[in-house]
């Protein structure tokens, strides 16, 4: 079948109308996040359907923009009744955000959420020492961990003390600027506020300790990013109620969506290869990859990334006896030369 003719039997099955939301997985350039773009896409998407009871947004995402999810359910909730988010496989970071504002949480044997701990960049955070262009992403709970460690563990609790601990932290080499804390802090307390709003919006929200425990698993306790939160876990461990468990039937219907998917976009490869990607006894080549999709049975848009890879010839420094020398070698070099939402 058809994607198009998957997403008409899993309307049918769930009495709903299904939008298909998908970023890359893959390395490098071909790697896509979670963006603001999808914003005005998905309200054209919820135009196009109208006020309806029920509406399924299949989800796959290794996460990215944590100030999209709000904007993203509130926007949905506009046009249904029920909001349900179906989960094939990954939902990871602030796609377990979108997760959490919905009214069920539908997942198979083989989806997983993550923890929704940040990492922040921005112009305070220490340059890269391999790239000064770029900057060190600094993980919110690294941070919190150290002092933790510090005041918990070491049983360090005097003012004099911490400030030292504060002052060798700050100091640190690359340097971390006091100012980047304060983003982190603010990125942390602001992940908080919106986790609680998302799961505050369900038709019939949780307890209030129950939301408490859910996000302080998902911020704090959980120690890893990398964490990855089955559907018995996240229901019977972490108390998130609206978790369901899709039957045999549609867990094999968003089984095959998601293969349709994965091989028109290349998703779960975890390398990325210039030379494999130019081809054998190729000099120049060009590609275009899909690296996300928003669609519905009456709407399609993918975003499109396309690469011109290219042989040249580069010189290579190589220390000799009688001093540096430069080497010619063959590479192969790439640049994007297009990219956009069609």
């Known amino acids: 079948m058809t994607k198009i003719d998957l997403i008409k039997k899993i309307e049918e099955k769930r009495n709903s109308k299904v939008i298909a939301y998908l970023t890359s997985d893959r390395p490098g350039p071909l790697n896509a996040r979670i963006a603001g773009d999808i914003i005005p896409i998905i309200s054209q998407q919820l135009r196009k359907i109208g006020k309806v009871e029920n509406i399924d947004l299949f989800l796959f995402s290794q996460g990215g923009d944590t100030m999209v999810p709000w904007r993203l359910v509130s926007m949905i909730r506009e046009y249904c009744d029920k909001f349900s988010v179906l989960i094939p496989y990954k939902a990871h970071s602030s796609a377990t955000m979108i997760s959490l504002g919905a009214d069920e949480i539908v997942m198979t044997d083989l989806s997983e959420i993550s923890p929704i701990d940040p990492s922040t960049a921005n112009v305070f955070n220490p340059a890269d020492p391999q790239n000064p262009q770029n900057k060190i992403p600094i993980s919110v709970e690294d941070v919190m961990a150290y002092f933790d460690l510090a005041k918990n563990k070491f049983g360090i609790k005097s003012d004099e003390d911490l400030t030292k601990i504060f002052n060798k932290f700050v100091e640190s080499n690359p340097q971390i600027h006091p100012l980047s804390l304060g983003n982190i802090n603010r990125t942390y307390n602001l992940?908080?506020?919106?986790?609680?709003?998302?799961?505050?919006?369900?038709?019939?929200?949780?307890?209030?300790?129950?939301?408490?425990?859910?996000?302080?698993?998902?911020?704090?306790?959980?120690?890893?990013?990398?964490?990855?939160?089955?559907?018995?876990?996240?229901?019977?461990?972490?108390?998130?109620?609206?978790?369901?468990?899709?039957?045999?039937?549609?867990?094999?219907?968003?089984?095959?969506?998601?293969?349709?998917?994965?091989?028109?976009?290349?998703?779960?490869?975890?390398?990325?290869?210039?030379?494999?990607?130019?081809?054998?006894?190729?000099?120049?080549?060009?590609?275009?990859?899909?690296?996300?999709?928003?669609?519905?049975?009456?709407?399609?848009?993918?975003?499109?990334?396309?690469?011109?890879?290219?042989?040249?010839?580069?010189?290579?420094?190589?220390?000799?006896?009688?001093?540096?020398?430069?080497?010619?070698?063959?590479?192969?070099?790439?640049?994007?030369?297009g990219q956009g939402w069609k």
């Open 191 to 337: 992940i908080r506020i919106l986790a609680k709003r998302l799961l505050k919006s369900q038709n019939s929200p949780m307890k209030d300790d129950v939301i408490e425990k859910i996000v302080d698993d998902l911020t704090e306790k959980l120690y890893s990013h990398q964490y990855y939160i089955g559907r018995k876990e996240a229901k019977n461990d972490l108390k998130i109620e609206t978790v369901q468990f899709a039957d045999k039937e549609l867990s094999g219907l968003l089984s095959d969506l998601y293969e349709e998917y994965k091989k028109e976009m290349g998703l779960n490869i975890d390398t990325w290869n210039p030379e494999a990607e130019l081809g054998e006894n190729a000099v120049q080549n060009r590609k275009d990859y899909k690296i996300a999709y928003i669609e519905s049975k009456d709407l399609s848009n993918y975003f499109q990334l396309s690469i011109e890879y290219k042989k040249q010839q580069v010189n290579i420094t190589q220390q000799t006896p009688q001093g540096p020398i430069q080497i010619p070698q063959e590479q192969v070099g790439f640049r994007i030369f």
